[in-house]
Every structure is written in structure tokens, then in C-alpha cells.
């Protein structure tokens, strides 16, 4: 969710921006559209969690690591979470039945 509250605002930043005829502002908008799908594989990382682990590890960790690099301070808050959630998920796994 934090996710998505940061690329809406780097999608609000790059408006202003175009809107003004700032230099560099549609490829901030596009950077923003990157990060606003890397938010969605993200929740659906998160939702697989408890049926494929290692699956939504990989989702969150390509989720956090591809939104800070797209939208950087924008994905502060949304980065750390999915990438220490993706390293839970990746290295913990499910519980073997005994």
C-alpha cells in the first residue's frame, strides 16, 4: 500500500511537472507508471505467502528493489518493508508437517 502511495505521488510530481514544461518530467511519469506495477507484484507477492513462499519472496524482493531504484525517495517507506518481507518469505519458507 505504501507502495502505491509513492508512485501516486512521483505520477503527481511528474504532472505538476509537465504541466509547468519542466525538463525530465515524462520520464519521471513513466518511472512512476514502473513503480506503480512493482507495487501491484508486490501485493500480489505478499498475498502468495502462505501458499508459495519462495514464489512471493522473489515477488516483494524484484518489487522493493525495482521501486526504489524507479521512484527512489517516493518508495522510502514501501522499499525496506517489501525487501526485509521478501527475505522472510525467500529464506523462511513454510513449515514442514511432521
Not at 44 to 50: Q, R, S, V, W, Y
Not at 53 to 65: R, W
Not at 89 to 94: D, K, P, Q
Request: net charge positive; aromatic share 6%; glycine share 20%.
Amino acid at each position: 500500500m505504501a507502495g502505491l502511495v509513492g508512485a501516486i505521488f512521483a505520477l503527481l510530481v511528474g504532472g505538476i511537472g509537465i504541466a509547468v514544461n519542466a525538463e525530465g518530467a515524462t520520464s519521471i511519469v513513466g518511472l512512476a507508471w514502473a513503480a506503480m506495477g512493482l507495487s501491484i507484484l508486490g501485493i500480489i507477492g505478499g498475498a502468495l505467502a502462505g501458499a508459495k513462499a519462495k514464489t512471493s519472496g522473489v515477488l516483494m524482493l524484484i518489487a522493493g528493489i525495482g521501486g526504489l531504484i524507479a521512484v527512489s525517495m517516493a518508495y522510502i517507506i514501501a522499499a525496506p518493508l517489501l525487501m526485509v518481507g521478501g527475505i522472510m518469505a525467500f529464506f523462511t519458507g513454510r513449515p514442514k508437517p511432521a
